[in-house]
């Protein structure tokens, strides 16, 4: 069965600082991995997805089959980041399974 | 456009009794969700449906969870009878036509039920 990991529950990091949040996966078929973000009193909704090899507000992530793993990274966090963030793999079935999420707060 | 519409927002119901969630998809979206949701976890599909047919539900508790969406339009998700663990927010999603890899997934606001 598929699982998808992330390691970290809460992540700090001052503003205008890089940020890092890691995901890892284990299944056997060719994934597709998403990350989605909550925003505090806002719905979840799609940030990126690794097939459209895209940057949203400042954000990318990379898929590393070796490694297993679909970081999510931005150079210069800000304020605006801090939200709650999901890594979720879609199966070659089209089934989603989602991470347990990482609490992001960025300082001023 | 109108997001995805869920009722009621909260809910609150003592062990062994019934409740029922209602979802409305984004109009024209083929494919629908149902998410549970428990507090520090995140959400597990619980059954996908494209149109009126299920697609999967490996993960719904068939003894006590049952979800139906007859008219390939809104759909009903019921627990009966609950369980303290059934405490979560659930949550609808729907996409657009089979939910590959290229489609976005629209959540809804999620109904959060309290069992005691």
């Known amino acids: 069965a598929q699982r998808v990991t992330q390691p970290e529950k809460l992540l700090s990091v001052f503003k205008g600082a890089p940020v890092e949040l890691k995901c890892n996966y284990s299944y056997s078929g060719s994934p597709e991995l998403f990350w989605y973000v909550q925003y505090s009193r806002q719905r979840l909704q799609l940030l990126l997805r690794?097939?459209s090899r895209e940057s949203i507000k400042g954000f990318t992530a990379d898929l590393n089959k070796g490694e297993t793993s679909f970081h999510l990274k931005k150079p210069f966090a800000q304020e605006e980041d801090s939200a709650m963030y999901y890594c979720?793999?879609?199966?070659?079935?089209?089934?989603?399974?989602f991470g347990d999420g990482t609490t992001l707060t960025v300082k001023p | 456009e109108a997001g995805v519409a869920q009722s009621p927002r909260y809910k609150i119901i003592e062990k062994r009794q019934s409740v029922a969630f209602w979802c409305n998809p984004i109009s024209g979206h083929a494919t629908l969700y149902w998410y549970q949701q428990i507090l520090g976890q995140g959400p597990k599909l619980l059954i996908q449906?494209?149109?009126?047919?299920?697609?999967?539900d490996s993960q719904l508790p068939k003894d006590r969870f049952s979800a139906e969406r007859l008219k390939g339009v809104d759909s009903t998700l019921k627990i009966q009878p609950a369980k303290l663990e059934d405490s979560a927010v659930y949550l609808c999603a729907s996409s657009l036509a089979s939910g590959g890899a290229l489609e976005t997934q629209y959540f809804g606001p999620g109904t959060r039920l309290l069992v005691l």
């Open positions: 690794h097939i």
């Open positions: 979720a793999l879609l199966t070659n079935a089209g089934k989603s399974t």
């Open positions: 449906f494209q149109n009126n047919g299920v697609v999967d």
